[in-house]
């Protein structure tokens, strides 16, 4: 669309405000949007109570792509059947307006829909929002096909082929969109595999890392067939890519390789409780660079996989997910041992998060300097909640217990004898 179209188009505009045909065009684009709503609203409401759950959970996005796609096609029936009379040059201006807001939505929906939350995320949205409404504004202007012909102007050369800047923006954009339909495509297949229960949580966790790689390595090989480029260049890369891993970049291929045999071994899931050097907590997350753990205290370690590889790991749920916990008391010589060796037992057994079998248990460790030593062992079936505040509930009845029966517990007490010379 050249200038003089522009120039053209705006002057129907202006032209068509004050008239009825300005309001025809008008009342068009109100009723394409209530119609729209209407139909939308409805789509919501079937799927919300016939479509599967996780049906459900994006319904809300596709939602606001599909408003301004189903406006745009209502505009454009209307626009087909006004231009039998009269101008619709408003109705041209509203589709392109809706089409800009459609693939504003359709954009930012697929990158939430690839991207994990976070601060980098809103920047993101509001980067490409941003520049999808300039270069709307430019081409409404009719400064875009202008601004087009500079970059063409802006020549040079890479390698033995010449190239101008636009063709190399096209390139750029093409390999970003390819790119992003194949993070989408996989972020699909990993959310349908992810719900596979017959299949082993770390195996499904290997298959989806393999196959976001696999997707975005056939992408950029799409992206840079379609903008022209040779290939066999990336065997160029490969070289200089092994040379890095040779001479640098060891550590990073090495808690590559680290998190798929961590993955394949199933030494370690998601879920399990461990112990790496001194961080006990949860494994919240397995990436192929690393592992994310999840601390009782509610912070999160990032640990090399490769640390996991070469260090001692204590993996409290292994073979089990049941964990122990040792509680140390002391009763003075002349209490009641047995009744206070029961009192224990029944105050663990009455807890609620302690495990009947195997039952808790009191054994003597060995006579103090002020009492006997006791250990009460018992065994819990969520390790991943702690066991501080557990501990504190069992101590403060083993307490009151020991009240009650005249059980008391000892504490260290030294004689000072002054001897005159």
């Not at 980067?127 to 040079?156: C, Q, R, T, Y």
């Amino acid at each position: 669309m050249n200038q003089d179209n522009f120039h053209l188009i705006w002057q129907e505009i202006l032209a068509d405000i004050s008239t009825p045909a300005g309001l025809w065009q008008l009342f068009v684009v109100i009723a394409a949007c209530t119609m729209a709503w209407a139909v939308n609203g409805a789509l919501r409401a079937y799927v919300m109570r016939r479509a599967p759950e996780h049906w459900k959970l994006g319904i809300g996005g596709i939602n606001r792509v599909l408003f301004p796609l189903s406006s745009l096609t209502f505009v454009l029936i209307g626009k087909l059947i006004l231009a039998y009379w009269q101008h619709t040059s408003l109705l041209l201006l509203a589709s392109k307006l809706l089409l800009a807001m459609a693939a504003v939505r359709l954009i930012v929906y697929t990158v939430r829909y690839i991207t994990e939350p976070g601060g980098m995320l809103k920047v993101l949205e509001n980067s490409i929002s941003g520049l999808i409404w300039i270069v709307m504004a430019l081409h409404l202007s009719g400064v875009l096909p202008e601004i087009l012909n500079v970059l063409e102007d802006i020549k040079f050369n890479v390698g033995k082929n010449p190239v101008n800047l636009l063709l190399m923006l096209q390139g750029i954009l093409t390999i970003v969109v390819t790119i992003l339909i194949a993070l989408w495509f996989s972020r699909v297949i990993e959310n349908k595999l992810m719900r596979v229960q017959h299949i082993n949580m770390n195996l499904r966790v290997v298959l989806t890392k393999l196959l976001r790689v696999f997707l975005l390595f056939i992408a950029v090989l799409i992206a840079l067939s379609a903008v022209g480029l040779d290939i066999t260049m990336l065997s160029v890369f490969g070289g200089a890519l092994g040379v890095g891993l040779g001479f640098g970049l060891q550590r990073i291929a090495s808690n590559y390789v680290s998190g798929f045999i961590i993955l394949l071994d199933k030494s370690m899931q998601i879920g399990d409780v461990v112990t790496i050097d001194t961080h006990y907590g949860v494994v919240s997350d397995l990436r192929t660079r690393y592992l994310v753990l999840r601390k009782l205290d509610g912070t999160q370690v990032i640990i090399p996989n490769e640390t996991l590889i070469v260090n001692p790991v204590i993996n409290h749920s292994f073979t089990d997910h049941k964990a122990r916990v040792q509680m140390p008391i002391q009763v003075s010589y002349d209490s009641p041992l047995e009744l206070a060796m029961q009192l224990m037992v029944d105050i663990a057994v009455g807890n609620s998060r302690v495990l009947v079998e195997p039952k808790p248990a009191v054994q003597i460790k060995g006579f103090g300097e002020s009492g006997v030593d006791l250990m009460l062992s018992l065994w819990i079936p969520d390790p991943e909640e702690g066991s501080g505040s557990l501990q504190s509930d069992i101590y403060l009845e083993i307490w009151r217990a020991f009240q009650i029966n005249n059980i008391s517990i000892p504490f260290p007490q030294r004689e000072v004898r002054i001897l005159a010379n």
